[in-house]
């Protein structure tokens, strides 16, 4: 049985106010983190400068919050003029002092004994209109929570939970509506993405990710695999307010690891979608891996820019992919500019006129085993990535020179359990060897700043551990991000020097923020158990 259980600790005057107007401007108030990714472009990247290379070492502890799970903390705050409202694992929310670290107050929401996520019980975020919260649920509800004082004001399931659906990502606010998708794709549901009216809750328009009989795309799928095609949703999109279209990142088919079942391209899995905000048409889509049999999600984040490409300025939508491309694509028609290794990759060697990928022959899962560049995890997975107008530059945490061994196995479906139909083994324990120990070939973490424009690598900086952490940059040209090792980074964004770091205790899995109280800068980031916020000695 569910359950809401509000705690009050010396609630103040509380007063959010966060109309649409200001979340399609946030870069002019740069004090605020008013979306998942800063603004609705997903550049993670911020115009605060009062932390710079040249004083970045000075940076000190302000305060320490220790929330009470032990999941994964993979939540990116909201800060509202001087409060930040984060998601402690599964889905208690909580109203802080963005300055002190102070509790306003706590929501907490206990979800169905169906819920099965696949990956842990996490959740990334919130969304806010006005003085209203929005987040998504394990258990596939998405629920209105009162900004001021905690306190639930409508609650929607969105699907079954029985089922394997769920609710991970933050939800996007776009005008009066509310937009999640759905997860849970391992466990052979159909993926979609709805859009929710904000003062009711009611559902206004939804897109099925697998398309059902008489819808475009329905043809990518043979025999009956799209009844089970999986899709999922685990990040959230973005959003352009001069074409109104809203971009969603779509996950593998189903079943994972074996395509027998389902011969075809599979769309609009292993896609990004962009979506009429309004009615949730399909405007355009790009499928990165047709037919996919790697597990390789298309979840990642969509980062819109306006950059001179070719001589010419052109809106653009950059995308690193965990199947080991970085593309460039024409955001308002979808047209594919530009596709590039930014890891080893060996199951294709270039891309066809239209920008399809080609096929290595032989590079698929077998029941004997196929090594393939790169493993399950990818070359990058949901983890944000960030573009610097300033440096021109496209940031992305990867995993380097990483592989798997995949397996396929016969697997039929059956509600509520797995349908994943083989297994890929890693060729290292990459928790247990470290980066000075491992063989070419064994994985690490890294960043990597590419340029966009040409595809080429401008600079790397390797950990000694793979990374589950996202990227923040600023205008005074640092980045920000971490690793599993435990260890929060300062680098110069411009040539990858490390300038500051410090030991957090627990791996970071989580994208930093950076936000102003009072005119002081800080910088936030979640880390094993716990939150920090950082800023400069006085």
């Known amino acids: 049985m569910k359950r809401a259980l509000l705690l009050l600790l010396g609630v103040g005057s509380l007063s959010a106010q966060v109309t649409f107007d200001r979340i399609v401007n946030a870069a002019k108030e740069p004090q605020n983190w008013l979306t998942y990714s800063g603004a609705f472009g997903s550049q993670r990247h911020s115009s605060l400068s009062q932390i710079t290379p040249a004083n970045v070492k000075n940076l000190e502890l302000q305060w320490q919050y220790q929330v009470r799970s032990l999941e994964k903390f993979e939540a990116t705050p909201l800060v509202v003029d001087g409060v930040m409202y984060t998601v402690q694992p599964p889905n208690d929310v909580m109203a802080l002092d963005a300055s002190t670290g102070r509790v306003f107050w706590i929501y907490s929401y206990t979800p169905s004994s169906d819920a099965r996520p696949c990956c842990g019980r996490v959740n990334r975020g919130l969304a806010i209109l006005g003085d209203i919260l929005f987040m998504g649920t394990i258990d596939a509800h998405l629920i209105a929570i009162d900004a001021k004082s905690g306190r639930p004001i409508w609650n929607r399931e969105v699907a079954k939970a029985a089922s394997g659906y769920a609710l991970t990502h933050a939800p996007l606010v776009v005008k009066d509506k509310v937009i999640v998708g759905t997860a849970g794709g391992e466990f052979g549901i159909r993926g979609f993405i709805a859009a929710y009216d904000a003062k009711t809750g009611n559902e206004v328009w939804r897109f099925h990710n697998i398309p059902e009989p008489g819808e475009p795309g329905h043809e ?11 899709g999922s949703v685990w990040v959230t999109g973005s959003y352009d307010p001069e074409t109104n279209q809203t971009f969603w990142g779509i996950g593998n088919p189903g079943p994972d690891w074996n395509g027998d079942p389902r011969p075809g391209d599979n769309l609009y899995t292993d896609s990004v979608v962009a979506l009429d905000a309004d009615s949730g048409k399909l405007k355009w889509y790009y499928q990165f891996s047709p037919h996919d049999e790697f597990d390789y999600d298309s979840v990642q984040v969509p980062v819109l820019a306006d950059m001179q490409w070719k001589g010419r300025a052109r ?51 077998t029941r004997d085993g196929t090594l393939i ?16 107008p300033r440096t021109g530059l496209f940031y992305i945490p990867t995993w380097g020179d990483y592989s798997s061994i995949y397996t396929k ?3 039929e479906f059956e509600e509520g359990r797995n349908y994943g139909g083989g297994r890929p083994r890693g060729t290292v324990n990459l928790a247990r060897a470290p980066l000075n120990v491992r063989k070419d070939g064994e994985g690490f973490g890294a960043i990597r700043a590419m340029d966009p424009a040409t595809g080429e690598r401008k600079w790397e900086f390797k950990m000694s551990d793979v990374t589950d952490a996202g990227i ?11 690793g599993r090792e435990g260890f929060f980074y300062a680098l110069d964004a411009r040539n ?34 716990s939150l920090f916020a950082f800023a400069l000695r006085q």
């Open 472 to 482: 923040l940059t600023t205008d005074s040209n640092l980045l920000f991000s971490g």
């Open 409 to 411: 196995n016969d697997v």
């Open 315 to 365: 809106k653009v939508m950059l995308w690193a992919n965990r199947n080991g491309l970085m593309y460039v694509l024409d955001r308002t028609t979808g047209e594919f500019l530009q596709g590039k290794p930014f890891v080893e990759v060996n199951w294709m060697n270039g891309f066809d006129e239209k920008g399809r990928p080609m096929r290595v022959s032989g590079k698929v899962p």
């Open 496 to 529: 990858g020097e490390l300038l500051w770091k410090a030991t957090l205790g627990g791996p970071v899995q989580s994208g930093a923020i950076t936000y102003s109280v009072n005119g002081r800068q800080y910088i936030s980031v979640n880390a094993g158990s």
């Open 373 to 388: 560049f790169p493993g399950n995890q990818g070359g990058t997975n949901w983890y944000s990535p960030s573009y610097s």
């Open 220 to 230: 990518t799928w043979k025999n009956d695999g799209w009844m089970h095609g999986g």
